[in-house]
């Protein structure tokens, strides 16, 4: 008996990850924030702005920012399940050596010789949308990063608590992990 119970335990562990539904891109970032479906039964009501702020700190040299792919991750999935994109507010609060990535690209080049950043087309598509990124201003100072050295359209705050707090009081939660 038990060692029957054994087998299908194992059985199911075996496949379980080939019965798991495949990322996909979109519908808002076809390229990147991929999501899968999800057969899900707590429901989002019509009309429910949900607005989410991500904390990002590490950089990805030469691949696209995990941080900020969650962020658009988040846009994705929801979008697909329903909810409309005018419904769905994101803001990544950036600080730490993921600042770079939010660079123009001469800048980026310079503090990083012979690599080319893989997050700015990611980055520019996802401001189009109307997702912010507020970066620390503190941060910005100590890395040697001014407000002229950042794409366009992204924003400075003064600190990273200060564009957290800001963006608490405009009813952004803060994601927990």
Avoid: W
Wanted: some cysteine; aromatic content about 6%.
């Amino acid at each position: 008996m038990r060692a029957l119970l054994i087998a299908a335990l194992l059985a199911a562990v075996a496949h379980g990850p080939a019965l798991a539904a495949e990322p996909q891109g979109g519908p808002v970032f076809a390229g990147f924030g991929k999501h899968t479906p999800v057969e899900h039964n707590v429901a989002i009501p019509k009309g429910m702005v949900l607005r989410h702020v991500y904390d990002v700190t590490k950089a990805a040299p030469g691949k696209l920012n995990p941080g900020f792919e969650t962020a658009a991750r988040f846009i994705n999935s929801h979008v697909a399940n329903g909810v409309a994109e005018r419904d769905v507010a994101v803001a990544v609060v950036v600080h730490g050596p993921a600042i770079a990535e939010l660079t123009k690209p001469e800048v980026y080049a310079a503090r990083n010789p012979g690599t080319t950043n893989a997050s700015e087309a990611m980055v520019k598509e996802m401001l189009a949308k109307g997702v912010r990124f507020l970066v620390c201003g503190q941060a910005a100072n100590a890395m040697g990063v001014k407000k002229a050295d950042l794409l366009p359209g992204v924003e400075l705050a003064i600190s990273a608590s200060s564009a957290h707090a800001i963006l608490q009081a405009q009813g952004y939660t803060l994601n927990p992990f």
